[in-house]
């Protein structure tokens, strides 16, 4: 990893931090895109502290705006991004509504990791074109599996269950990723999509509807890994040349796994890149 340079999301904390340090660990530089300017420089320091190279951009990923200012600024920051990770992501127990109009599990956890993707895709092609490859890598979750809402993905006309709105942003980001795998088998780009497992991370404390709150606890204390343990599957990714061509693939524990079929259907992940385009019209 040495001289590569990794942009990862969400990484002040949980299964983010730990990768991030990870990765710092394996020679690459880090750029920490993250709310918290405190917590940003906390583990930039971490990383300093281990010999790792870190720089951190402060945005609020919740805002399309915020997100594609982040976007824009990386090439200006670095010479080259051979690694993307879309790792941010929030389970949000009642309706909250951001300014730009988004329901917030759906602007976190699929419109922005989008839209940063959207903006970053021309400086990863130039890194692919100059050193052989770059990597796209989305953090999704094994619940997944809940049909799209066609006609009411923000919830504004729909009873808002928060399980619910949760399952679909990551169905949305696993079709979202095989989608773009096709659009960019062509340059060199290989996208995939992680279920990282039932990590021991804030996500797990959450206000969670019944009977979620009492079942997601109880599997956690049984069979929850810690983050640096679920690290390990988004670092191989990123960095293995044992992983060089996988394109397009679910993957839980290192190991490529079938995600629901739903989110196989090539019509319907068409048909959902160009709704999210036209949402997102005003910020591409």
Not at 28 to 47: D, L
Not at 120 to 135: F, H, N, P, V, W
Not at 190 to 199: A, E
Not at 220 to 242: C, H, M, R, Y
Request: aromatic share 8%; with cysteine; glycine share 4%.
């Amino acid at each position: 990893m040495k001289d590569k340079t990794v942009a990862i999301t969400g990484a002040t904390s949980g299964l983010g931090r730990a990768t991030a340090l990870q990765l710092a660990q394996k020679g690459a530089s880090v750029i920490i895109i993250a709310r918290s300017n405190t917590k940003a420089n906390e583990i930039i320091k971490e990383i300093e502290k281990e010999g790792g190279k870190g720089q951190s951009i402060i945005s609020d990923l919740s805002s399309m705006e915020n997100t594609k200012e982040a976007a824009e600024s990386i090439p200006y920051t670095v010479k080259r991004l051979d690694v993307l990770i879309n790792n941010a992501g929030a389970h949000f127990p009642k309706y909250r509504e951001t300014p730009e109009g988004f329901e917030s599990t759906l602007a976190l956890n699929y419109l922005s990791p989008f839209l940063l993707t959207h903006h970053l895709i021309e400086k990863m092609e130039q890194t692919a074109s100059d050193y052989g490859e770059a990597r796209i890598i989305n953090i999704t979750s094994i619940m997944h599996k809940s049909p799209i809402n066609w006609d009411d993905l923000n919830y504004k006309n729909t009873t808002y269950h928060s399980n619910t709105a949760y399952y679909q942003s990551k169905h949305l980001l696993t079709s979202f990723t095989y989608y773009l795998s096709r659009k960019l088998k062509e340059t060199d780009i290989t996208v995939n999509c992680i279920h990282p497992g039932l990590v021991k991370t804030a996500l797990i404390h959450s206000d969670y509807a019944f009977p979620m709150n009492l079942i997601v606890p109880i599997v956690d204390f049984f069979i929850g890994e810690s983050p640096d343990q679920a690290a390990e599957t988004p670092v191989w990714l990123a960095l293995s040349n044992k992983v060089k061509g996988i394109n397009g693939e679910y993957i839980h524990h290192r190991k490529i796994k079938k995600s629901w079929a739903p989110t196989k259907d090539e019509k319907a992940q068409s048909k959902l890149y160009n709704v999210t385009l036209t949402m997102l019209d005003k910020w591409l």
